[in-house]
């Protein structure tokens, strides 16, 4: 399960764990369990497949979202877009820092740069990925009791 544009389950599931709602998720992982393979001697092996679909989560129905459905496993677990992330995160603070995401074309590291600053101090989370690097400053956003913005 790899994607560029939304969270990963592991990222969605880290905006869970720091309180995000997950109705403002604008996508979300089907997860299954599928048989694969098999032959006349032998059954075939369970399968870990996700798929990412771009309804809302709060569109899926209720007993969708609480999984363990039919008799195979199946789970939907929350995504959100990087422009999703984006209107979560507050533009000020009320410290007064102020949010800038930029992108250092000098930096093949990590160039994507998410700031909160002011004129005498910045807090910073960069990374290869700019998802993830909205995932890091919601973690630190709700570390410090910072309110997200509610879509």
Known sequence: MTTNIATTKGQSARLLQCGVDPETADMHWYGAIVPRGGSLTSPPEPSEEWDLFNTP??????????????????????????????????????????????????????????????????????????????????????ANNYKLNQL
């Not at 995504?79 to 992108?103: D, H, M, R, Y």
Request: proline share 7%; charged share 25%; net charge negative.
């Open 57 to 142: 989560y709060v569109f899926m129905p209720e007993e969708m979202q609480k999984a363990k459905l039919m008799e195979d496993y199946n789970e939907i677990t929350p995504a959100w877009s990087l422009s999703a992330l984006l209107g979560l995160v507050p533009k000020t603070l009320p410290n007064g820092f102020e949010f800038n995401i930029e992108f250092d074309h000098s930096d093949t590291s990590e160039p994507w740069w998410i700031t909160y600053a002011d004129e005498r101090y910045w807090q910073c989370f960069s990374d290869k990925s700019p998802i993830e690097a909205c995932v890091k400053a919601i973690e630190w956003l709700a």
